[in-house]
Nanobody, 120 residues
């Protein structure tokens, strides 16, 4: 199976920064795209940012100019640099990957989530 492990979450004051990391491991043949979703209490899960293996990126309007997604394809790792954090960024952040495993069909895989709390 494929596993995604997130790290880098925590408590930060408004205006601060955090960098999230997500590493995929297992019987992976290739990963087409990786991204970050977030879900706050009482809200739907939303796409924050995504990046393809070729480097194309997408950002939610709410984070444009503040967040930057990047990846290391050789390490099957994606990063999310979050600057100028706001209280409304508080959520559980989930890593997602579009994975083609060696012995299974292409599918989406999810990490367990990492808590980001922005509060003074």
């Amino acid at each position: 199976q494929v596993q995604l492990v997130e790290s880098g979450g925590g408590l930060v004051q408004p205006g601060g920064s955090l960098r999230l990391s997500c590493a995929a491991s297992g019987n992976i043949f290739s990963i087409y795209a990786m991204g970050w979703y977030r879900q706050a209490p009482g809200k739907q899960r939303e796409l924050v940012a995504a990046i393809t293996s070729g480097g194309s990126t997408h950002y939610a309007d709410s984070v444009k100019g503040r967040f930057t997604i990047s990846r290391d394809n050789a390490k099957n790792t994606v990063y999310l640099q979050m600057n100028s954090l706001k209280p409304e960024d508080t959520a559980v952040y989930y890593c997602n990957a579009d994975v083609t495993p060696r012995w299974a069909p292409r599918d989406d895989y999810w990490g367990q989530g990492t808590q980001v709390t922005v509060s003074s």
